[in-house]
Nanobody, 126 residues
Framework: LVQLVESGGGPVQTGGSLTLSCRTSGHSYDNNYMAWFHQAPGKEREGVAALLTSYKRTYYADSVKGRFTISRDVAASTLNLQMNSLKPEDNGTYYC???????????????????WGQGTQVTVSS
């Protein structure tokens, strides 16, 4: 059973940093797309960072390039998102997601992913 559990969210000031972690279980994830999505209040969920685990290839939304870093800790079974230089527009809920099935609409497309965590809240204050 695929399970994804996010942690690490919380309050942070503009310009600060947070590291989100997603504990993964129930699958090997050695040849998968794994990603972080952001959902701002009242808006649709959008992909911000993705990782193709077999090639360690990363993908980032333009809004977070140079500020966010996605990584995987195989020993700890976690997918992490280091977020630096946080802005008020980064406020919202962050979800971890993995692609297990054959569907693919792009590494940052919501339709690519079929398993999701419950989300962790990030509150950026100015």
């Amino acid at each position: 059973l695929v399970q994804l559990v996010e942690s690490g969210g919380g309050p942070v000031q503009t310009g600060g940093s947070l590291t989100l972690s997603c504990r993964t279980s129930g699958h090997s994830y050695d040849n998968n797309y794994m990603a972080w999505f952001h959902q701002a209040p009242g808006k649709e969920r959008e992909g911000v960072a993705a990782l193709l685990t077999s090639y360690k290839r990363t993908y980032y939304a333009d809004s977070v390039k140079g500020r966010f870093t996605i990584s995987r800790d195989v020993a700890a079974s976690t997918l992490n998102l280091q977020m630096n230089s946080l802005k008020p527009e980064d406020n919202g809920t962050y979800y971890c997601a993995v692609k297990i099935g054959d569907q693919f609409s792009g590494p940052l497309n919501i339709r690519t992913y079929d398993f999701w965590g419950q989300g962790t809240q990030v509150t950026v204050s100015s």
